[in-house]
């Protein structure tokens, strides 16, 4: 085992596990990244995948908003990419400055997965830089918050594969699961198989909590997402944590974000995570009433209003947080990653408001609660 240094805010892990906290943790989906100034200096020297392969650069990237905001944050998220995983299954990303993920050779036909694919990945030696990176963003940390790692969900990253990129319809990836339907779940499963491995590497490695992006859940419809997403995320969750049971070992918190899958709410708090981040169209009363307390939640604040100004982030975080409650079984975040041309200075406004609101209202329930006890 690695030893690392003790751990000092373990405010979200305690969230993510059930029990109470004295204000709502908070974090930010790609924290680390385009909207800040000191990243964008080190892309003017770095190729975006040269950032994620090397990993003195990502543990510094990693950094960055943790020493912007110090003490604001209660978790660190490694920088790296979901799409990792095609790359180590064979295919060619490229990174295209304001367009964003190109495949030049994306899966055609079922007949590429044979051709195309590299179907036996050693995760330690194609994708030993995130391990690496995140044993160095781990020590680096020195215990000031835990440390996030993650992967793309099965379905997503074929969407990516199949389309080249991103698409405004998913006609190629879709055409696979009405076509081919039995050959997707060949390409699922393959996908799964990395996935499941290259989380428990990076658990391994340092992650202690981890997160699974179903980025494109939503442009199923719930048969299909019942069939071409949920029985692979649920794979995942219980693979991985069965690993670590069956080594005696506590298995780290897991979280499952499916942007767009709201029909989806009640089958995932009940395949193994330990807790659901929503998106901005979710209201938390009807979250809370479909999970039935079985899940954390996490979100969901629409990113777009980090340019509303001080006083409307102040006063959604406020209504936000008296929605989902601040002290059990919820962490703060957006509904989706932070937008590249958003003022560091927002992003300031809303986390301090999350601490100073957050620690307000649960001296308000505490005294409430100690009055009924009365």
């Known amino acids: 085992m690695i030893e690392f240094p003790p751990l000092k805010n373990d405010l979200i892990l305690r969230a993510a596990r059930g029990e109470k906290t004295e204000r709502a943790p908070v974090w930010i989906m790609r924290q680390a990244g385009r909207y800040l100034p000191e990243f964008r200096k080190e892309r003017e020297k770095h190729d975006f995948f040269t950032i994620c392969r090397t990993p003195k650069l990502a543990t510094l990237i990693t950094l960055q908003p943790i020493n912007r905001y110090d003490g604001l944050l209660d978790a660190a998220i490694i920088f790296s990419d979901i799409l990792v995983i095609p790359q180590a299954l064979g295919l060619i990303v490229e990174m295209v400055p304001n367009k964003g993920p190109h495949f030049p050779s994306p899966l055609e036909t079922p007949a590429d997965i044979d051709t195309k694919l590299n179907k036996n990945v050693d995760v330690y030696k194609e994708l030993g830089y995130v391990f690496d990176a995140l044993t160095m963003t781990r020590q680096a940390l020195e215990g000031r918050v835990p440390l996030l790692g993650f992967i793309g969900a099965p379905w997503t990253l074929m969407a990516y594969m199949i389309e080249g990129g991103g698409s405004n319809n998913f006609s190629k990836a879709k055409t696979w699961l009405f076509k081919y339907p039995e050959e997707s779940k060949r390409l699922l499963q393959i996908i799964t198989?990395?996935?499941?491995?290259?989380?428990?590497?990076?658990?391994?490695?340092?992650?202690?909590?981890?997160?699974?992006?179903?980025?494109?859940?939503?442009?199923l419809s719930p048969h299909d997402f019942k069939t071409f997403s949920l029985p692979y995320i649920s794979q995942i969750a219980d693979r991985v944590k069965n690993k670590f049971k069956d080594d005696g070992l506590i298995p780290v918190p897991m979280t499952i974000f499916c942007k767009g899958s709201w029909y989806a709410l009640e089958s995932l708090s009940d395949i193994g995570y330990d807790t659901i981040s929503l998106d901005w169209t979710i209201d938390p009363a009807y979250a809370k009433s479909v999970t039935k307390g079985k899940v954390t939640l996490q979100g969901n604040m629409d990113p777009c209003m980090l340019y509303g100004g001080d006083e409307a982030i102040r006063s959604t975080v406020k209504t936000m947080l008296e929605a989902f409650g601040t002290h059990e079984k919820y962490i703060v975040n957006l509904g989706h990653g932070i937008l590249p041309t958003v003022d560091p200075e927002a992003t300031r406004v809303f986390l301090e408001t999350v601490h100073s609101v957050g620690l307000d209202l649960t001296k308000i329930d505490n005294h409430v609660e100690i009055h009924k006890k009365l």
Not at 207 to 217: C, I, L, R
């Open 193 to 219: 198989d990395v996935a499941v491995d290259f989380l428990i590497g990076q658990i391994k490695a340092g992650a202690q909590m981890v997160q699974v992006f179903e980025s494109w859940g939503g442009e």
